[in-house]
Nanobody
């Protein structure tokens, strides 16, 4: 089992920045990809981005390219989602996920709320 705990959510003004953290514990050696997803009220959960174990490879959804970036601290088993130039459309619950590939995630965190106020 892998346990994921997100933190760093909150309320930020339009155009502001926020950094989310995801701390992983447990059988993390079985993980090849760490990803971020989000779900806005009344909408389906959508992919935001992901990072490989080494941090060399990253992939992002088109709607966050140039604004969001993912990084990881292997010593701390923590993945970060840096969000800049936030817009009201970015308001959602953000989830951290872990899995074998960029397209298959087996473990999920509890989510952290991000609210962008105009």
């Amino acid at each position: 089992q892998v346990r994921l705990v997100e933190s760093g959510g909150g309320v930020v003004q339009d155009g502001g920045s926020l950094r989310l953290s995801c701390a992983a514990s447990g059988r993390i050696f079985s993980i090849n990809a760490m990803g971020w997803f989000r779900q806005a009220p009344g909408k389906e959960r959508e992919f935001v981005g992901a990072i490989s174990p080494t941090g060399v490879s990253t992939t992002y959804a088109d709607f966050v390219k140039g604004r969001f970036s993912i990084s990881r601290d292997r010593a701390k088993n923590t993945v970060y989602l840096q969000m800049n130039s936030l817009k009201s459309d970015d308001t959602a619950v953000y989830y951290c996920a872990a899995g074998l590939t960029f397209s298959k995630y087996d473990y999920w965190g509890q989510g952290t709320q991000v609210t962008v106020s105009s």
